[in-house]
């Protein structure tokens, strides 16, 4: 959780926002509970996990202090956050408390990865209607200052880039990728998404790599590692989805592998 909370604030340093918390937990039917407690009474695990919500929300809101981000109503100031104690007991609550906000903010996937975990960032991704934010392992020094859009043609870039938009405006340098031999789809050029984001004001500049030997989420990877950047566009699950999680491509690797930020929607 350490990368996921500094890459928060990190973003809301960046664009004076409010940070929310709250205890993602999976909801067990009674008669589980009854047989994994061993004898424990319903009452005693309601106890348990009373306390461990709140030592999730001691560790939250000690961290936000520790990095001088005040509680929210702290004399209007920003940065600022919340804690929300009442969140259901079930990933499905991201995709929909996810909706009141502007971006979601989530620890990447890596090997030792639970199915929640995964289950979390897709209800995230496909029910929110908002961006997500994956946190590598370690959170960068600073965010959305040198900027990789990886264009393929897909609809899910294109909105994974009307979402980083503001941030593409505030950065100091923004790279349009584009792979050559890699994972596109039917859609506008590089060259026309060059010119639109020029004509938002945008002084976005081309970059091309060969895949080569590489998966093009590799080869993403590589070239976003190559420029210095400290936040990667991509769109989510321009294939399907369960096909990426059989055979593997873009998103999945990039979900597993990133060591930056990437901000991604569907």
């Not at 500094?6 to 809301?12: G, N, Q, R, W, Y």
């Amino acid at each position: 959780m350490t990368s996921a909370l500094e890459t928060a604030v990190l973003l809301a340093r960046h664009t004076g926002a409010y940070i929310e918390g709250f205890p993602l937990r999976v909801a067990i039917p009674p008669y589980v509970v009854a047989e994994l407690t061993a004898g424990l009474t319903m009452d005693a695990y309601d106890a348990q996990r009373d306390e461990e919500v709140a030592e999730l929300r001691r560790v939250f809101e000690t961290f936000m202090k520790e990095h001088g981000v005040p509680p929210s109503g702290s004399a209007g100031e920003h940065p600022c956050f919340g804690w929300r104690a009442a969140a259901s007991e079930d990933e499905s609550f991201i995709g929909s408390h996810g909706r009141a906000f502007d971006i979601t903010v989530i620890s990447r996937l890596d090997a030792d990865s639970s199915g929640l975990h995964r289950r979390a960032i897709e209800s995230a991704l496909f029910e929110s209607g908002r961006p997500v934010l994956l946190a590598p392992p370690a959170a960068p020094g600073q965010i959305a200052t040198n900027i990789m859009i990886h264009w393929n043609g897909s609809t899910e870039q294109s909105r994974a880039n009307a979402f980083a938009m503001p941030l593409l405006h505030q950065a100091a340098r923004v790279t349009v990728l584009t792979v050559v031999g890699g994972q596109d789809v039917p859609g506008p050029s590089y060259d026309d998404i060059l010119r639109q984001l020029q004509h938002n004001g945008i002084a976005a500049k081309p970059f091309s790599v060969k895949i080569g030997d590489r998966e093009t989420g590799e080869a993403v990877l590589d070239a976003a590692r190559a420029e210095g950047c400290d936040l990667l566009v991509k769109g989510a699950f321009t294939r399907n989805r369960l096909r990426q999680m059989i055979f593997g491509g873009a998103t999945s690797h990039i979900m597993e592998h990133a060591d930056l930020p990437v901000l991604m929607a569907h």
